[in-house]
């Protein structure tokens, strides 16, 4: 394909010269420099919100939020003066009333962008055939002040009033996203900021139509909790009164969405009149030829391999039976909590996908390069590793990555071993307006702790914490749960909402109760497995974050370990240094179908945590462990409250079942308990 496009933008870019940033503080070469040039910070700064301008695009074309997003980014560079309102899952106006900034709404976002159109020096049209030009136009954008516009608001924006010039049209330009991304690698890596890497996903396509749960019969289900492959068989499906259209979907959902546990599906074997058509194992490359609807799918390794589908997701294959077939059936080796359907459906077309603006202002303002690889792809694979390694131990990826769960697990064990944490805040909206607002709270004084005695101590622990968009949206809604200070317990949080988003970390300090500690999410400033992390950077990282920790009260860190999707111990180094670099008092650690304490280093207490989805699910474990217990000796017992499912109602509802052997503790008293009931020196 002819680069004639690749040269004119060279010569364009040839004309950006950008800071590269101050001295590093460490000797180990960890980064302390910002995009803004700011030192001893891991995220940049920007000026106070004076007055805002809001615009509604809830309902907005997702072309539009696109647009007003990427000129939210060149106008709050600047100085904060755009809102929009992306979400309403905690409320609309809920965070933007209690930032306190004198705000107008505008009714019409057309006007928002009217108002601030001079402040761009024109557009960049994506190309909607292929999605990832999105995310190149997104960082053309922050090089070039100008906004992203697909090929339609383009001719809109070239007339009157507006008269926007095209910088770069991407249409026809790239062939596939490798093409894509390559490029932007080649061509812009080295113009953009080095201090954060961006993952968006370009589009949220609607790949199966919201109707589909209507249009679909359900053909098998299995009616109870089953989470320990007892109900595992090769299950006969019978598809024949469905042909007649050129393809038959398979679609597998969690049947009980609210336990964390869905359907697992390890061969299928598909006949059209007795000839097999299809053959494959889960996780196989000849299970690609049939997977539709690749990005909503789960996947995790198993005895040669299996997918799954948990917390409301699903998956979905597509067979395409000869003209003419007159029986189709299915043969599928499954197990757990399945609930399969099967319909007919039309693929999207391109008009159907939606971009979104989520993080894009972020983005845009500091000059990041913005991609969306998948690491189980090796192609795709070695240019997320190549741009991890140009970039110094300590850099923040904000955002999150492709293909879910088994994307999750590689790419933050990639980033780990690159010395790279994650925040995950793909969903988070108007971070430049939030980083814009100051740290204004009290640490409020711990209660006093109960005596140690022989009990079952129990402390709760919600999820999700190190997920920015998290602590903005479904945290929100849990905390303003009313039953939330009736029964102690622990808040997973972001110690970096202290840069990021301070006012958001103000109103939970300011309305905490004695039964409510915020403590550090995986795996402390930041998403990150300690195991793959360089021993060399490891100390001097968690040297220069600690200081987040100290100044939120997020002093007790909850570990993810993982290497190969398994959770695995810390060694004693990483141990050690939790101990002395972030002074932690104990750690809770993994996400298991057990509990236990182990002592590491003869001084750390560490607490593995036992998950629940249900209050029933903690209920039953409690029982079992005071059945199995003596009595002589205190037990302690952590869960892991999955923040998907359960909320302080759950926690109170799951503590008044309890009797008097049992005691609900927060996490500062319970390590505290653990320490003298072991033995062990107060922490310091």
């Known amino acids: 394909m002819a680069r004639r496009f690749t040269l004119l933008c060279l010569a364009f870019l040839c004309a950006f010269s950008l800071s590269a940033g101050a001295a590093y503080a460490s000797d180990a070469d960890v980064q302390s420099a910002k995009p803004d040039g700011s030192t001893k910070r891991e995220l940049p700064s920007f000026k106070k919100p004076k007055?805002?301008?809001?615009?509604?695009?809830?309902?907005?074309?997702?072309?539009?939020?696109?647009?007003?997003?990427?000129?939210?980014?060149?106008?709050?560079?600047?100085?904060?003066?755009?809102?929009?309102?992306?979400?309403?899952?905690?409320?609309?106006?809920?965070?933007?009333?209690?930032?306190?900034?004198?705000?107008?709404?505008?009714?019409?976002?057309?006007?928002v962008f009217s108002a601030y159109r001079s402040e761009a020096k024109g557009m960049i049209v994506y190309d909607p055939e292929v999605p990832d030009t999105i995310n190149v136009a997104t960082t053309l954008a922050g090089l070039k002040n100008a906004v992203v516009a697909s090929p339609e608001l383009a001719v809109?924006?070239?007339?009157?009033?507006?008269?926007?010039?095209?910088?770069?049209?991407?249409?026809?330009?790239?062939?596939?996203?490798?093409?894509?991304?390559?490029?932007?690698?080649?061509?812009?890596?080295?113009?953009?900021?080095?201090?954060?890497?961006?993952g968006l996903d370009p589009d949220t396509a609607i790949r199966i139509p919201p109707g589909l749960p209507k249009s679909f019969v359900t053909i098998a289900e299995e009616k109870e909790q089953v989470?320990?492959?007892?109900?595992?068989?090769?299950?006969?499906?019978?598809?024949?009164?469905?042909?007649?259209?050129?393809?038959?979907?398979?679609?597998?959902?969690?049947?009980?969405?609210?336990?964390?546990?869905?359907?697992?599906?390890?061969?299928?074997?598909?006949?059209?009149?007795?000839?097999?058509?299809?053959?494959?194992?889960?996780?196989?490359?000849?299970?690609?030829?049939?997977?539709?609807?690749?990005?909503?799918?789960?996947?995790?390794?198993g005895q040669g391999g299996h997918r799954f589908a948990d917390n409301g997701n699903y998956f979905v294959y597509k067979f395409s039976p000869p003209a003419g077939t007159k029986s189709l059936t299915a043969e599928v080796d499954m197990w757990n909590q399945y609930k399969v359907s099967a319909g007919n459906i039309q693929p999207p077309s391109a008009e159907q996908r939606?971009?979104?603006?989520?993080?894009?202002?972020?983005?845009?303002?500091?000059?990041?390069?913005?991609?969306?690889?998948?690491?189980?792809?090796?192609?795709?694979?070695?240019?997320?590793?190549?741009?991890?390694?140009?970039?110094?131990?300590?850099?923040?990826?904000?955002?999150?990555?492709?293909?879910?769960?088994?994307?999750?697990?590689?790419?933050?064990?990639?980033?780990?071993?690159?010395?790279?944490?994650?925040?995950?805040?793909?969903?988070?909206?108007?971070?430049?307006?939030?980083?814009?607002?100051?740290?204004?709270?009290?640490?409020?004084?711990?209660?006093p702790r109960p005596a140690l005695e022989n009990k079952i101590y129990v402390t709760y622990t919600f999820t999700e914490g190190d997920n920015f968009q998290y602590n903005q949206h479904r945290m929100r809604v849990m905390w303003d749960d009313p039953a939330r200070g009736k029964v102690p317990i622990n808040w997973t949080s972001s110690p970096l909402l202290y840069e990021g988003a301070p006012a958001i970390l103000n109103y939970y300090l300011n309305t905490a109760t004695e039964n409510d500690l915020l403590i550090a999410g995986p795996s402390g400033a930041g998403y990150f497995y300690p195991g793959p992390w360089p021993d060399a950077s490891f100390r001097p990282f968690l040297q220069q974050t600690e200081q987040y920790l100290k100044k939120t009260g997020m002093t007790i860190p909850y570990v993810l370990n993982r290497v190969d999707g398994q959770n695995i111990p810390l060694t004693p180094f990483?141990?050690?240094?939790?101990?002395?670099?972030?002074?932690?008092?104990?750690?809770?650690?993994?996400?298991?179908?057990?509990?236990?304490?182990?002592?590491?280093g003869g001084s750390m207490p560490v607490s593995t945590i036992r998950g629940i989805s249900t209050a029933q699910d903690g209920l039953k474990v409690l029982q079992e462990a005071k059945a199995n217990w003596d009595g002589k000796s205190p037990l302690f017992i952590s869960f892991g409250l999955l923040a998907w499912s359960m909320t302080p109602s759950d926690a109170l509802a799951l503590t008044e079942q309890l009797g008097t052997d049992f005691k609900v503790v927060r996490a500062d008293h319970y390590f505290s308990l653990i320490r003298e009931s072991y033995n062990l020196p107060a922490a310091k």
């Not at 770069?168 to 596939?176: A, M, V």
């Not at 141990?575 to 236990?596: R, T, V, W």
């Open 156 to 198: 809109k924006l070239s007339k009157a009033p507006y008269k926007l010039k095209i910088l770069d049209d991407l249409r026809g330009q790239f062939d596939n996203r490798i093409d894509a991304y390559t490029w932007q690698y080649e061509n812009l890596w080295k113009q953009t900021t080095h201090q954060m890497l961006i």
């Open 354 to 447: 939606e971009p979104y603006a989520y993080l894009r202002d972020y983005a845009v303002a500091n000059k990041a390069m913005v991609f969306w690889l998948d690491s189980n792809v090796p192609e795709q694979k070695a240019l997320f590793e190549k741009i991890m390694s140009d970039v110094k131990p300590g850099t923040p990826y904000l955002g999150w990555f492709s293909n879910d769960v088994e994307g999750e697990f590689s790419s933050v064990e990639i980033a780990s071993r690159y010395g790279v944490y994650v925040l995950a805040a793909d969903w988070f909206s108007n971070l430049t307006v939030f980083s814009g607002t100051k740290p204004n709270f009290k640490l409020a004084k711990t209660p």
């Open 227 to 301: 989470r320990d492959a007892s109900n595992r068989n090769t299950y006969s499906l019978d598809l024949s009164s469905l042909l007649g259209t050129s393809a038959v979907y398979l679609r597998f959902d969690d049947a009980f969405t609210q336990d964390g546990w869905g359907p697992a599906v390890h061969e299928v074997t598909v006949k059209a009149d007795g000839t097999e058509i299809a053959h494959f194992i889960a996780g196989s490359p000849e299970e690609e030829a049939y997977l539709y609807d690749r990005q909503n799918s789960k996947f995790a390794e």
């Open 574 to 600: 990483k141990a050690s240094a939790y101990e002395k670099d972030y002074k932690a008092p104990g750690l809770f650690i993994s996400y298991e179908d057990n509990y236990g304490i182990e002592i590491l």
């Open 51 to 111: 007055h805002l301008d809001v615009a509604d695009i809830y309902d907005a074309p997702g072309d539009v939020k696109l647009l007003l997003g990427t000129l939210q980014g060149i106008v709050n560079r600047e100085q904060p003066r755009i809102y929009l309102i992306e979400s309403q899952e905690e409320g609309k106006w809920t965070w933007l009333e209690d930032m306190d900034v004198p705000y107008t709404l505008h009714p019409d976002y057309w006007e």
